[in-house]
């Protein structure tokens, strides 16, 4: 079965800082990853994903995510933070290899980001 | 390209009624995804249709919940005999997803309140 793992619940950073928001995964087969971000009483916004090839892939507003197969890891990145990052983050994977097209969603980390 | 849309935007029932959500994806789009959302949680898969077949349905799903999509366009939710512990925001989303690596595109979300 696959599942996906955010070990923050919040995640504090300065404006101009780097940031990074953790994510974890779990599939039997090829993973496909995404990120997804959520303001306050909006739906999901897609940010990002990973299917193959490159491990650094680039998405909207300047987010970035690293894949790194060993460490079974896609940590979403920023190189300078802004005030309006600030939003619920979730991380998603759907298992490329088993069929299936059910996408698994983490619990969300929320990124506070501040002036 | 109008989105996701769903309707209505807010319920509010009795414990024992049943509510209907609709939800209209984005013209072309094949798949169509039901998810629950809790506060401070991540979205919970409930079911998934390609056209009007539904090919997957969460196992902690009671058989209170029911989704169609009868024509393989829009795609209802019916919930029987709401309890409180349904009381969520029921998100929808649809991918169009021809090399099946297709992210998620999601629909504002109906929120239900059970009394």
């Known amino acids: 079965a696959q599942s996906v793992a955010q070990p923050e619940d919040q995640v504090n950073v300065a404006e101009g800082n780097p940031l990074t928001v953790k994510c974890t995964y779990s599939?039997?087969?090829?993973?496909?990853l995404f990120w997804y971000v959520q303001y306050p009483n909006r739906g999901l916004q897609f940010l990002l994903k990973y299917i193959t090839g490159d491990n650094l892939v680039k998405g909207s507003y300047g987010f970035e995510a690293e894949f790194n197969k060993s460490q079974t890891s896609f940590h979403l990145k920023k190189p300078s933070a802004l005030v309006s990052d600030s939003a619920l983050y979730f991380c998603a994977v759907r298992d490329g290899g088993s069929g299936t097209y059910k996408y698994i969603f983490g619990t969300g980390t929320r990124l506070k980001v501040l002036a | 390209d109008t989105g996701v849309s769903q309707n209505p935007r807010h319920k509010i029932t009795k414990r024992g009624q049943n509510v209907t959500f609709r939800c209209d994806p984005i013209?072309?789009?094949?798949?169509l995804y039901w998810y629950r959302q809790t506060l401070g949680q991540g979205p919970e898969f409930l079911t998934y249709f390609q056209n009007e077949a539904q090919l997957e349905k969460s196992r902690l799903l009671s058989d209170r919940f029911s989704a169609e999509r009868p024509k393989g366009s829009f795609s209802t939710l019916e919930i029987q005999r709401t309890e409180q512990g349904d009381s969520a925001m029921y998100l929808c989303a649809s991918s169009l997803d021809r090399t099946n690596t297709g992210e998620l595109f999601f629909g504002e979300g109906s929120r239900l309140t059970v009394l």
């Open positions: 013209s072309e789009h094949n798949r």
């Open positions: 599939v039997s087969g090829n993973p496909y």
